[in-house]
């Protein structure tokens, strides 16, 4: 079975700081990987993606996401964190394999909180 | 594109009471999805179509929630009777074969009284 890990369920960082937030997997083939940020009380919109290819993905607000798969990780950073940039971060993997149908696997989320 | 439609956004209810929730997918998209989302447990998957046809319903807590799925532009997600304890925020998100991800809505709020 396929499971997510996000590492810490609240992250402070200060204005201007990095913004490193870290997701492992577990998957027996190679997934599809995301990562979703949503702010109060709103859905869930996605940040960037991993399907193929490079393995350094950039994705919008000036986040990005690197697969290392002899890691089975797909962390998200920011190099300059913004007070918008506080929100939950949801990481979610998908297998690609037709018995998984295209669901999608989530972690349990990390919430940022953005310090001035 | 109109992107995921849900309604209502906000739903007050008494206990008891029969709970409707709709969503109205991206058009063009093939697979359609149901979570809740709660302090306590997270983001859950209850149900997800695809084609229409419901095919992985493990996630739905227990006979009093339904989903249904008449056709490819409208689904809906009924619970009756409600309870204190389905209070959440209920997500439907859709997606095509080929991208992998989700588009979400923008929820149902639903409180039980």
């Known amino acids: 079975a396929q499971s997510v890990t996000q590492l810490g369920s609240h992250v402070s960082v200060s204005e201007g700081a990095l913004v490193l937030l870290r997701c492992n997997y577990s998957?027996?083939?190679?997934?599809?990987l995301f990562w979703y940020v949503q702010y109060p009380n709103q859905g869930l919109q996605l940040l960037l993606k991993?399907?193929?290819?490079?393995?350094l993905v950039k994705g919008i607000n000036g986040f990005e996401a690197e697969f290392k798969k002899s890691e089975t990780s797909f962390h998200l950073t920011k190099p300059s964190a913004h007070m918008s940039d506080a929100a939950e971060y949801f990481c979610?993997?998908?297998?690609?394999?037709?018995?998984?149908?295209?669901?999608?696997?989530f972690g349990g989320g990390t919430r940022v909180l953005v310090k001035p | 594109d109109a992107g995921v439609i849900q309604s209502p956004r906000h739903e007050v209810t008494e206990m008891g009471q029969e709970v409707t929730l709709r969503c109205k997918p991206i058009?063009?998209?093939?697979?359609l999805f149901w979570y809740r989302q709660t302090m306590m447990r997270g983001l859950e998957l209850l149900i997800y179509?695809?084609?229409?046809?419901?095919?992985?319903d493990s996630g739905m807590p227990e006979d009093r929630f339904s989903a249904k799925m008449p056709n490819a532009s409208f689904s809906t997600l009924k619970i009756q009777p409600s309870e204190p304890r389905d209070s959440a925020v209920y997500f439907c998100?859709?997606?095509?074969?080929?991208?992998?991800?989700?588009?979400f809505g923008p929820g149902t709020r639903l409180t039980v009284l």
């Open positions: 179509f695809n084609n229409n046809v419901p095919i992985d």
């Open positions: 058009s063009g998209h093939n697979s």
């Open positions: 998100a859709s997606t095509s074969e080929r991208g992998g991800e989700q588009f």
């Open positions: 991993y399907t193929t290819g490079a393995t």
């Open positions: 998957s027996s083939v190679p997934p599809y």
């Open positions: 979610a993997v998908r297998l690609m394999i037709k018995a998984a149908g295209n669901k999608l696997t």
